[in-house]
């Protein structure tokens, strides 16, 4: 217990906040005691008003802490049902009514209800019903304690039809998702939600009772009110679709390993438990066919060609695919676990009828919450270390219903949605290996792929690290969706030879015939090569050093003017205070001699900064003045080393990647950042 010392001859002007901090001060027990010995100049009404709240706060206290002990010695031995249910509404009458302002007057009925229901297992289901309505009042504002859980989530397994469920249930439910902030700390506030939303799933309605909850949960408009409801349905999702396979993961020990899985090993086990779903291990037929594919994709394919029309440094052998060592006992990788290898093919799980209907509700969700546009970028960061365990990524179900939850990612423009399909950091496989050809939960030929490699080219702006990326994993499967006539893969092989990302003579042969398989490709290689041979022109005429656009100049006006003259020589190029925009860079990319470039007060963003990095990497003179780039786009900058001025005047330049950027350039010898938080 506290209480305010104050100094003597305190001021008279002064008694009131005095008087009011040495009240809040005290203790309701003390309340008499120390009231008394207040005595402040010419604050008399004041110290008894005080005295007399506090006598009577206290009074209340002592009168209620009587009646709660009274309440729990009666309802400690029932004797009629009746009687009991008497008391507790008694009890929950008088919480309701009581004067004092505490968490503890309505918490304390309610684990007063829970001991008593946890002591008596045998009652009916209409007592287990009286008293669910009669404690109604109190979960309105209040959370129900762990063992109060357990007996909620127990009727609802048992009664899930009850009207209980909806009408009482449905509220403290929502009250939990609005409102908790740590499932971790409270995992019985999970259980019950997860078991309310099984039941609703049970009603005639079936899923259309679950949808009709979750669009209450967002609420009528386009943005959800509630920041916390997200994280905690997605919670309760993942928590749900875990127990699905929860008995095959604590049952690992009787079922082959992931290194055996990836060996394909199937030596049978001592011990053959029941359990709700099996590993099935299909004939290793398959094997043979599986190298014969292998030994294709290694094969190199002579074209014969009249002419090349891209220039690169031919190499004489191709880049080593890495490979891991036969003897290494680590921990398989979690994705390789589950590829196809040549010595196992694919791997089934079956679920129990209860596990199956669980993992349709919860995926089900999954995919409502994927249609709200104002949750989907959460969704995707939620979802994108991918937290399901490797038997629901092996489960051909669940990964087929999943896909539509994917596909509305790679179908989002904005770009926080979309980058999550790829892996939270490198060396980790994301989304878009899963569900990329080859991957464990692709079954569509590369349908998805494709969307999914069309979004992430257009937010990268076609760099080069993504492209090498490309060709050194999934150039077979490119190949293969260009020579079907899929647009956005004849592009992807038109970037990578217009790029130089290819090497292996063999390889651009094979790429070039497959683009010429095609009318799509064909048309597409041929405005490459001629875009190859302007090049070559341009550079063979030459044209001038400098060039300066007027003011208000566009995209195309930039477009037009390049495409109109030589400029194989062009060294300093001035487009400030024009409209150009990111669009223009793959522009800017093909003058090879530029050293200087100004770009002040233009429309000029992270986009196209990132895609200068990659080509212009001999630039020296960098004006970003009054453009929106930001750090996403600035950090890109540290690849050109050769930069020695850089103007970053008026921009979103932090601090940390100023520094980041003056410790990987080193030749940069002016720097203007002023107006910025670097500053």
Known sequence: MRLAARPTGYMENSVSYSAIEDVQLLSWENAPKYC??????GGTVLLQAANSYLRDQWFH?????KKIYKYKKVLSNPSRWEVVLKEIRTLVDMALTSPLQDDSINQAPLEIVSKLLSENTNLTTQEHENIIVAIAPLLENNHPPPDLCEFFCKHCRERPRSMVVIEVFTPVVQRILKHN?????CPRLRLFTQEY???????????????????SMHGPTGHCPHPRVLPNLVAVCLAAIYSCYEEFINSRDNSPSLKEIRNGCQQPCDRKPTLPLRLLHPSPDLVSQEATLSEARLKSVVVASSEIHVEVEHSSTAKPALTASAGNDSEPNLIDCLMVSPACSTVSIELGPQADRTLGCYVEILKLL???DDWRPSLA???QPIPFPKEALAHEKFTKELKYVIQRFAEDPRQEVHSCLLSVRAGKDGW???YSPGGVACDDDGELFASMVHILMGSCYKTKKFLLSLAENKLGPCMLLALRGNQTMVEILCLMLEYNIIDNNDTQLQIISTLESTGVGKRMYEQLCDRQRELKELQRKGGPTRLTLPSKSTDADLARLLSSGSFGNLENLSLAFTNVTSACAEHLIKLPSLKQLNLWSTQFGDAGLRLLSEHLTMLQVLNLCETPVTDAGLLALSSMKSLCSLNMNSTKLSADTYEDLKAKLPNLKEVDVRYTEAW
């Open 61 to 65: 206290s002592l009168q209620w802490k």
């Open 197 to 215: 939303i099984l039941a609703l799933n049970e009603l005639n309605a079936g899923m259309e009772v679950v949808k009709k909850f979750i669009q």
């Open 381 to 383: 960061s939620l979802l």
């Open 181 to 185: 902030m740590d499932f971790g700390k």
């Open 36 to 41: 008394l010995q207040l005595t402040i100049p």
């Open 432 to 434: 878009f290996q899963l």
């Open 370 to 372: 994927s249609d709200y």
